[in-house]
Structures are given as structure tokens and as C-alpha cells.
């Protein structure tokens, strides 16, 4: 925020809490970062999808998540279900951005 140079309390809001048990919000995020341990991921990359998912579920129309996961532990296929996706790779790490319908 302080590189944007915006304030909390600006015209968003900023619900942070545990990748596995998200924080409930009164309205539905427009945005959603998505950061699990790597160990966990790659222990139960099926439900680091279902939990991706769950997510998906619960952004405002037009949403994106933003699902950092390490390479090669969650195919493109299975990524691409939830929604438009753009993959991207930055060595060992994977960057999924994944926006709703509108």
C-alpha cells in the first residue's frame, strides 16, 4: 500500500488470515491473494485446487485470485477450470492468475 501510496481505509478493504481458513467478509472481494505453504501444496495438490476453488467461489463477479504454488504440482488444465487463466512461471514458483466470469 505505501508503494501505491494509498491508505488503509482508502475505497477497499483488506481481510488478511490463513490461505485454509480465509476470513469472511460482509461483501465479496474483488481480489484475492492465495499463498499456502509450498510443502503443503505439493503434499495435497487436490485440495490446494478444491481450497482454490472455494475461493473462486466467493469473488465478486469480474474477480481475479492470484494462486502461488510451486512448479509443476497443479497441471494448467486443472487451473484453467476455475476460470481465464494466465500462467506464468518465475523459476521453481508458478503464478496463477485466475479471473471470474463477468
Known amino acids: 500500500l505505501a508503494?501505491?501510496?494509498?491508505?488503509e481505509g482508502g475505497p477497499f478493504r483488506i481481510?488478511?488470515?490463513?490461505?485454509?481458513?480465509?476470513p469472511v467478509g460482509e461483501t465479496l472481494p474483488d481480489l484475492i491473494f492465495l499463498d499456502p505453504p509450498y510443502e503443503q501444496v505439493r503434499r495435497d495438490p487436490v485440495g490446494s485446487l478444491e481450497h482454490?476453488?472455494?475461493?473462486?467461489?466467493?469473488?465478486?463477479?469480474?474477480?481475479?485470485?492470484?494462486?502461488?504454488?510451486?512448479?509443476?504440482?497443479?497441471?494448467?488444465k486443472s487451473l484453467s477450470a476455475l476460470g481465464a487463466l494466465d500462467l506464468r512461471f518465475f523459476g521453481g514458483a508458478a503464478l496463477a492468475l485466475i479471473r471470474t466470469a463477468s
Open 52 to 76: 482454490a476453488e472455494r475461493l473462486m467461489a466467493r469473488l465478486a463477479s469480474g474477480g481475479r485470485l492470484v494462486f502461488h504454488f510451486p512448479k509443476g504440482v497443479i497441471d494448467e
Open 3 to 7: 508503494l501505491l501510496r494509498l491508505e
Open 15 to 22: 481481510l488478511r488470515g490463513n490461505a485454509w481458513v480465509p
